[in-house]
């Protein structure tokens, strides 16, 4: 594990919290829980994709199949998120924060681990020429 890669996710992902609590705390005045969820968490996917494909994971190409990996990981995620959101708040309804710290724990372990051995992996048409060419001297 790459210490300071960590140490990058967890900072993107207090940003991406940031996002996703700022927008959960405004909608559950006008939308249910559940759909609020989903925008807030949504709308933090697309920042997340954005600091963590650029800055934590360094992925500077393009790739079809990164964002769709992506796309698949976060509905994956989504569906970790809300659930237990819900689950808790099943439970009872005043246990929001409750809910909302729990999922938003569970869920950055969760995509923090999809992330980085499956969308953001390194593979040979990943890595930069540079360290292609790195890897063929060690040989």
């Known amino acids: 594990m790459n210490f300071k890669e960590i140490v990058k996710f967890l900072i993107t992902g207090t940003f991406v919290v940031g996002v996703d609590i700022g927008l959960y705390s405004l909608l559950i ?26 800055w934590t994971f360094a ?6 199949s990164e964002v769709f990996r992506f796309i698949i990981a976060n509905l994956c995620a989504l569906v970790v998120n809300v659930g237990i959101n819900n689950l808790i708040l099943a439970g009872n309804k005043e246990n929001v924060f409750i809910a909302l710290i729990t999922a938003t724990f569970i869920t950055a372990v969760f995509t923090y681990v999809i992330f980085k051995f499956w969308v953001f ?12 060419w790195q890897l063929s001297r060690r040989r």
């Open 29 to 54: 005045h006008y939308l249910p829980y559940a759909i609020s969820k989903g925008i807030s968490f949504s709308c933090g996917g697309v920042v997340a994709y954005s600091l963590n494909k650029y």
């Open 59 to 64: 992925r500077k190409r393009k790739s079809k």
């Open 121 to 132: 992996k390194l593979t040979v048409n990943t890595l930069p020429r540079q360290s292609l």
